[in-house]
């Protein structure tokens, strides 16, 4: 190989090989600084592409969580709600019964109808308040039913029925006017009120069952999400023991790298001792 002060190829060797090792330490920098081995379309495409779509898939899958988490919910507070209007229509059952008794005087029957009268006043009470964000299928606003978001392409939906619990209705049949003022009326009131324990105890079953659903799907699309989480990590991730290993190594390269570009800048100064005296 020739001498010259115009051209040393040993130095452009040496600075190529350098920014070379400057190059794959930055990629290697950029990985553990992300955490990402693929963190745009230029580190790789095709990988890229696919992560970005699974990435969409598990932003769609929040959106259908919350909406099951809001239909849980509102299955949790009619639940609730339509318990307790069992609960007060086993206490008027009790004092209708009661109210048969023809040996009662004017004022216990009076007593007992002013009773009966709280509970029902209770009982719409109860149906009218039942709601949670805005939704209430007890006092028969929602008909027949209300649909909730089943999956990430929003074309499958999971169903919450309306069970109208309100007073003079299909499943509480006993008027919200009625009375225990006479005996016969207290025996009318036992047939209605006989029949609406039996329609709120089949609602209540409806709304256990259906939310029962809603919190089996609610569960399997928070593993669904989980479980392409774990797959976009799978693409895209860099093994950061992997990355440390090789920043060490390219370090080690990138000072010997300098050390030798040195030793080519300084064969030109041979020159000078061929022209010494």
């Known amino acids: 190989m020739s001498i010259s002060v115009h051209t040393n190829k040993s130095a452009l060797v040496a600075l190529q090989n350098l920014n070379t090792t400057n190059d794959k330490l930055g990629d290697t ?9 693929i963190a745009n379309a230029r580190d790789n495409a095709a990988i890229w592409s696919i ?23 509102i299955a949790e507070v009619s639940m609730t709600a339509g318990e ?43 149906t009218d308040n039942a709601s949670f964000d805005g939704a209430n299928m007890l006092n028969g606003t929602i008909a027949p039913d209300i649909q909730f978001l089943a999956n990430a392409e929003a074309n499958s939906y ?18 919200d006017s009625w009375s225990l003022s006479t ?35 609610a569960n399997f699309v928070s593993k669904l999400t989980d479980v392409l989480e774990t797959g976009v990590g799978n693409l895209v991730d860099a093994d950061l023991a992997k990355e440390s290993a090789k920043l060490q190594a390219l370090q ?26």
């Open 29 to 37: 920098q950029n990985k553990i600084n992300t955490g990402l081995k």
């Open 51 to 73: 992560a970005q779509g699974q990435r969409a898939d598990i932003g769609a899958l929040a959106a259908v969580k919350m909406s099951l988490d809001r239909a849980n919910s």
């Open 84 to 126: 307790s209007v069992s609960d007060l229509l086993v206490q008027l059952k009790e004092k209708v019964v009661a109210a048969m008794d023809t040996s009662l005087d004017s004022n216990s029957r009076l007593a007992l109808d002013s009773d009966f009268k709280a509970i029902l006043r209770q009982i719409r009470q109860i």
């Open 158 to 175: 999971i169903t919450l029925s309306g069970q109208n619990m309100s007073l003079g209705g299909s499943i509480v049949t006993i008027p």
């Open 183 to 217: 005996v016969t009326l207290a025996q009318s009131a036992l047939v209605f009120l006989n029949a609406s324990i039996a329609n709120v105890n089949q609602s209540l079953g409806n709304l256990g069952s259906q939310a029962k659903q809603i919190a089996a799907h």
């Open 252 to 277: 080690v390269q990138q000072q010997l790298g300098a050390q030798a570009l040195s030793i080519a800048n300084q064969a030109p100064q041979i020159i000078l001792s061929l022209f010494k005296g």
